[in-house]
């Protein structure tokens, strides 16, 4: 009876230490939220997600450019980044062990590696130079290289967890096998598919470095990809780096959005996982 009290005693001191420490763990993610909700709520209003940034030194000014610069790039870097990327994934997971396709997974480990102000200077003097002009465009093609082994993996991964045995079932039928791979393999997976290009879109969100490099950044409103355009980690690095404090509170706002907006998206990516989800 006492050995059974004491083990009982040793399993809640052991799940209270792994409860403990896990807390540990989320306390830096609270304490930034926390952090930014408190300095950010205050600047949140219709006109700060409606109106154009003031000029230097004036009060007032919002980031509705910004907004729209975030979805444009985002938009065309998930356009340019998801159909290799898929492709990517697919032959990854059916030929994964051809020498080939050991190259091409290390490369993309490799370029996942690469920091995004190395990307922004490739992408600069592959476009922005032989151009001759900052754009949208060119910070979308940064965004899509970041973003294309994030999703090449989750892809290559999703496959691979999915049944062998649908796929014989599929062949057994008379299917041929490009229906049987864009038919049944992907809708199958579905669920981590969008996982993976909700992790890519996470990637390159709020990431500065390379467009400072080719989009640029603009105070006025643009829908032109081919101009430079304004985004949401552009103004925070601008307003935050201003003398303007001012401008420092606009900056905790447009942080405070863009948390948001990526939390939107994966509750997004969660709904639609769920309706495309296949019971195995």
Same mark, same amino acid.
């Given at each position: ?5 004491? =083990?009982?005693? +040793? ?21 930034? /939220?926390?952090?930014? /909700? ?21 009060? #007032? ?7 729209? #610069? ?36 290390? $490369?993309? !480990?490799?370029? +996942? #590696?690469?920091?995004?102000? &190395?990307? #922004? ?6 476009? &922005?130079? @032989? ?7 060119? *910070? ?16 290559? !991964?999703t496959l691979l967890l999915i049944p062998h045995s649908l796929k014989e079932a599929s062949l ?6 490009? =229906? ?19 992790? $890519?879109?996470? =990637? @390159? ?40 404090? +001012? ?5 905790? *706002? ?17 709904? $639609?996982?769920?309706?495309? =989800?296949?019971?195995?």
């Open positions: 009876m006492k050995g059974t009290k004491r =083990r009982i005693l +040793q399993d809640r001191i052991f799940q209270g230490t792994v409860l403990f420490f896990a807390m540990i763990a989320l306390a830096p993610l609270f304490l930034i /939220l926390f952090t930014i /909700l408190r300095k950010g709520i205050s600047s949140l209003s219709l006109t700060f997600l409606t109106t154009l940034p003031a000029p230097p030194g004036e009060e #007032g000014g919002g980031i509705v450019n910004a907004l729209a #610069g975030t979805g444009i790039m985002v938009a065309l870097a998930t356009a340019f980044s998801l159909p290799p990327a898929v492709l990517a994934g697919i032959y990854l997971a059916e030929e994964r062990e051809r020498p080939l396709a050991k190259m091409v997974r290390g $490369g993309l !480990e490799i370029l +996942q #590696g690469v920091p995004s102000i &190395v990307v #922004g200077i490739l992408i600069y003097l592959w476009v &922005v130079k @032989v151009t001759g002009f900052f754009s949208a465009l060119s *910070g979308a093609l940064a965004l899509a290289m970041m973003m294309l082994p994030v999703i090449t993996k989750s892809v290559e !991964e057994a039928l008379g299917v041929s096998y490009s =229906r049987t791979i864009f038919k049944v393999l992907l809708p199958a997976g579905m669920a981590g598919i969008l996982n993976g290009i909700l992790l $890519g879109v996470a =990637r @390159v969100a709020g990431e500065t470095a390379p467009l400072l490099f080719t989009a640029f950044g603009s105070p006025f409103m643009n829908l032109n990809p081919l101009k430079p355009m304004s985004s949401l980690p552009l103004i925070i690095f601008n307003y935050a780096s201003s003398p303007y404090p +001012q401008w420092h509170d606009l900056a905790w *706002g447009a942080s405070l959005i863009l948390i948001f907006l990526v939390f939107v998206l994966n509750v997004l990516a969660r709904l $639609g996982a769920k309706k495309w =989800r296949v019971k195995f």
